[in-house]
């Protein structure tokens, strides 16, 4: 099975860098999505990481370490419309494609 | 292209009774998904479908069933609401399997009283 474990809330101010991160343990898996969720929506694909090291994307960057099952989510430059909720994923190995969340965690972006 | 489309937007059921949730992708993915969300909580899988008369138990499916005839349509049903199945449920699609995005229709708010 996979367990995933992530922050339930963060806070942080406009403008400011903050990192959301993303253990987990599992018996493997081809790669790490981070999803973002506004409230009352549907989530939306932010990254996937299949290697190790660190993908950059405009203002939002994601890292993965295999060996130390673990991943952040990178936000840089905060503004008010990044308050949401981040969603880990792992896509479990093998044959399905049958992706695995974390509970979220709910970012609260403050002036 | 609509993407992923989900019908109904909200509903309120009474206990025991049943419904049909609809989930519409046209950009012709193999692969889709119902999952529930909860308060608070990540997305738990009901069902999943590979392909055109496949389908398959994730990890919350009793109470649920689905159907998958064409490419385009996977509808969730429920049989003999309960109130633990109050819960947003969002129909998702990807292309193929691995490193593909999935895309989220708008989600079904559903409420049992």
């Known amino acids: 099975g996979q367990n995933i474990d992530q922050p339930t809330e963060m806070t942080a101010t406009e403008g400011a860098i903050v990192q959301i991160n993303c253990t987990y343990q599992t018996s493997g898996f081809n790669g790490l999505f981070w999803y973002q969720q506004h409230a009352g929506e549907a989530p939306t694909f932010l990254s996937y990481?299949?290697?190790?090291g660190l993908e950059e994307k405009g203002r939002f960057s994601s890292f993965l370490s295999r060996s130390k099952g673990y991943s952040y989510l990178l936000l840089k430059e905060l503004q008010m419309k990044d308050s949401a909720s981040y969603l880990c994923?792992?896509?479990?190995?093998?044959?399905?494609?049958?992706?695995?969340f974390g509970r979220g965690t709910s970012l609260i972006v403050h002036p | 292209n609509a993407g992923v489309t989900q019908t109904p937007k909200f509903r309120i059921l009474k206990i025991g009774q049943s419904m049909t949730l609809q989930c519409t992708q046209d950009m012709n993915h193999n692969y889709m998904y119902w999952y529930r969300q909860d308060p608070g909580m990540g997305l738990k899988l009901i069902y999943y479908s590979v392909g055109a008369g496949i389908t398959d138990k994730g990890e919350v499916p009793n109470g649920y069933n689905v159907s998958r005839s064409t490419t385009e349509d996977f509808p969730l049903r429920l049989e003999l609401a309960a109130p633990s199945q109050t819960s947003v449920y969002f129909c998702a699609s990807i292309r193929l399997a691995g490193a593909s995005e999935q895309f989220f229709g708008p989600g079904t708010r559903l409420t049992v009283l």
């Open positions: 990481n299949v290697l190790d």
């Open positions: 994923a792992l896509d479990a190995s093998g044959g399905s494609y049958i992706p695995t």
